[in-house]
């Protein structure tokens, strides 16, 4: 996951796309009136708190919550598609100093989460920290291709998509039927690694290496770039999401019932397995519902609400920062989980706040050294 600013103004407008409102039921006709980086916004973030909240079982008890570790790969998934959206409406309307954006928009957050890992792990669980050269590896996010770990823990995900921004150039000269089978590959080579996790145990794509991952899982990302298209092509590419979150959790379920066939259990696999296939249908749903009747249908001056555009523009840091905070709390003895998630918001947003006010100084002082070169005579 990265960050894509809430309503940046190098993206495609909704009146970029071919109206479909056939595809809105009528009472779901209201997330057409938000605009559609707002509506991004706040779905990013309940990803992102998914999967927050997912590590946070690693420090204290998630009673009411542990839920939530059924659907965090497909939050993952979610991520994924929103920030193939986001990447192709953006360099379709702005191509030119793309990966520049990227760098600025990308680098600043993940270099602190480098620096609060850092400090976690040596000086909290005072742990060897891995040296230098591994360090610069994950620095240049060739994480996952060099290693099978990431320094930072979610940015596994975070190295895959820049790998993808690094192919977005040539992904957007590609013909939409070739976009598909890239699609159709990946998926495919996905369906056969989860039989090889389940066979073979083979390694969750955190702990994958050698770029395994850009084959097995950009099929989310690519997905969600195609619904950046204009014109008819948007609908073929919003069939097929639906088409791949739908065969994605049939495929799991079908999965979880040869097991626990082979094992001659299938009685619990009604009553074990088949809620967490349900929350995993139902979270992915509602990620296509965003988009198939808000997103790619918002009216051209849809208006959104800026705290919700805020929550997107937390839910980057939220997502790196949130398991060295987890550390550093529960070293301090902290045992409540209201704590732990106030603590790595408040992280989150801190972060942001001290990357903004940054950012405002560097536009001062670049404009400052300009004004007084202009000013020099010969200048």
């Known amino acids: 996951m990265s960050f894509t600013p809430s309503n940046p103004n190098d993206t495609a407008t909704p009146s970029d ?47 009411a919550l542990a839920w939530v570790q059924a659907v965090t790969f497909e939050a993952i998934l979610g991520f994924l ?7 192709g409406a953006s360099y379709r309307r702005s191509p030119d100093g793309f990966i520049g954006r990227r760098v600025r928009r990308i680098y600043p957050v993940y270099l602190l989460s480098m620096a609060l ?5 040596a000086w909290v669980l005072k742990q060897p920290v891995p040296g230098f050269g591994e360090l610069l590896i994950n620095l240049l996010l060739l994480n996952q291709v060099f290693t099978t770990t990431s320094f930072v823990g979610p940015a596994w995900s975070l190295a895959l998509e820049c790998w993808l921004y690094l192919l977005t150039p040539w992904l957007a000269r590609a013909e939409g039927r070739r976009l598909r089978d890239l699609v159709i590959v990946s998926f495919v080579a996905y369906l056969a690694y989860t039989v090889m996790r389940s066979m073979l145990d083979w390694p969750y794509y955190s702990g994958l290496g050698y770029g395994g991952n850009l084959l097995v ?19 073929v590419a919003l069939a097929d999401v639906r088409l791949l ?5 049939m495929w799991g379920a079908a999965l979880q019932l040869a097991w626990r066939i082979k094992h001659d259990a299938v009685s619990l696999f009604f ?33 959104g609400a800026r705290w919700l555009n805020r929550l997107g523009d937390v839910s980057y840091p939220l997502f790196l920062m949130h398991i060295p905070v987890f550390i550093v709390l529960a070293q301090a003895g902290w045992k409540s989980r209201t704590m ?13 706040a001290l990357l903004y006010a940054a950012h405002a100084v560097w536009v001062r002082l ?14």
Not at 36 to 43: E, G, I, Y
Not at 81 to 87: E, F, K, N, P, V
């Open 366 to 379: 670049t404009r400052t050294m300009s004004g007084q070169l202009r000013r020099r005579p010969g200048a």
């Open 217 to 235: 899982l950009s099929f989310a990302w690519v997905a969600g770039f195609r619904l950046a298209q204009p014109g008819p092509a948007l609908l």
């Open 17 to 63: 796309h071919p109206s479909g409102n056939d595809l809105a039921p009528a009472r779901l006709t209201w997330l057409t009136e938000l605009d559609p980086w707002a509506l991004l916004a706040a779905v990013r973030f309940v990803l992102a708190g998914v999967v927050a909240v997912n590590h946070l079982g690693d420090y204290v008890p998630l009673g």
């Open 340 to 352: 732990y998630v106030l603590g790595a918001l408040a992280t989150a947003c801190l972060s942001l």
């Open 117 to 121: 890992t850092w400090y976690a792990t």
């Open 271 to 303: 009553s074990d397995d088949l809620v967490p296939a349900a929350l995993k249908a139902l979270l992915l749903f509602l990620v296509y519902t965003v988009f198939a009747c808000g997103v790619l249908q918002a009216r051209p001056k849809a208006g």
């Open 245 to 249: 979150f739908a065969a994605h959790v």
């Open 81 to 87: 598609l929103i920030s193939g959206y986001a990447i």
